[in-house]
């Protein structure tokens, strides 16, 4: 098995992205699978052409996204993707489409095809606090998780997708009071629970995840 997994470089004034320094120290391989990685930039529609180019190229079996959301506690492992940009910030090129469609014509939403709730349950197994997230939000990420569902979905059949969620690193919350962060140690040892999760299971787990609200 062969699985590309995808960082974001920096963006929003921060000098560096969790998720890209986390996915570059991923191990090459993971529980038998080759772990292929790639920095994707934080850009509307060019971080998807990225994605394509590599999916052509290296022919992936799954492909795993991973993006910061600043705020956050825990690693969110995301259910759906929504098919709306509505950015509350320019992108890195200056982008800020509102009220737009990822793709014209498409689904109002995809649902991932990885197993949330098993990868979860194994990021949780580490001690490491995860849960499912509902909301990819309306930025680059959520454009990311509905564009490469609706890519594999159209174009690449048997393909799976998924993204994950992560906190801000510990020196990016020096200037920014009560806002949570991880190591990067522990980042990277749920990266590679979740990737672990997926590589075992085929049919995701029965397992409590909803939320209230």
Do not use: W
Not at 40 to 51: E, N, S, Y
Not at 97 to 116: H, K, S
Not at 186 to 204: F, L, P
């Amino acid at each position: 098995m062969k699985i590309l997994v995808t960082g974001f470089d920096a963006f929003g004034g921060e000098r560096i992205n969790p998720a890209l320094e986390t996915v570059k120290r991923l191990p090459d391989y993971i529980a038998g699978a080759e772990i292929v990685k790639l920095e994707v930039p934080t850009v509307c529609h060019k971080c998807l052409q990225v994605i394509e180019e590599a999916i052509r190229q290296l022919d992936p079996d799954v492909v795993l996204s991973v993006g910061q959301a600043g705020g956050r506690a825990e690693i969110s492992v995301e259910r759906v993707g929504i098919n709306v940009d509505d950015y509350r910030i320019p992108d890195n090129e200056g982008n800020q489409p509102i009220d737009e469609p990822v793709v014209l014509g498409g689904p109002a939403a995809y649902f991932v095809t990885v197993p949330v709730k098993a990868m979860v349950q194994k990021i949780r197994e580490r001690n490491i606090p995860a849960s499912i997230s509902n909301s990819a939000g309306t930025f680059v990420c959520n454009h990311v998780t509905y564009g490469v569902c609706h890519m594999l979905a159209t174009k690449y059949p048997g393909k799976r997708s998924g993204f994950l969620h992560i906190p801000y690193l510990p020196e990016q919350v020096l200037d920014k009071r009560n806002q949570p962060s991880m190591s990067q140690e522990m980042m990277v040892h749920a990266m590679e629970a979740a990737i672990e999760a997926v590589i075992e299971t085929k049919a995701d787990i029965k397992a409590i995840g909803g939320m209230l609200h």
